[in-house]
């Protein structure tokens, strides 16, 4: 399995995969979602904490690092800052489309 040039290939997608997450997805705040399609219950940009936790899955399987260390950091501030609730009684609810 000493396929040099298809790990080459590879690893260049991955890299340029990683690069192009950072830079596409991450709005100095926090990963965003854009929306795929206008649609009764898409409510517009928003995070995408599934990002997240999947780079801390991949780390907890020893698997090196996709995003920004950085720009992790502050996603996990915001995400918590943008969204804790201490009660969802005035909340508003929506079926979003996945």
Not at 2 to 30: H, I, M, P, W
């Amino acid at each position: 399995m000493e396929d040099t040039q298809a790990a080459a290939e590879y690893r260049r997608v991955c890299e340029s995969g990683k690069s192009l997450s950072d830079k596409e997805l991450f709005n100095g705040e926090y990963y965003q979602e854009k929306k795929p399609a206008p649609g009764e219950y898409q409510l517009g940009d928003g995070f995408i904490s599934d990002q997240v936790t999947g780079e801390l899955y991949g780390r907890m399987l020893e698997l090196e690092g996709i995003y920004n260390r950085e720009n992790i950091h502050i996603a996990l501030s915001n995400l918590y800052r943008y969204n804790y609730r201490s009660s969802f009684e005035d909340g508003v609810t929506s079926r979003r489309g996945y």
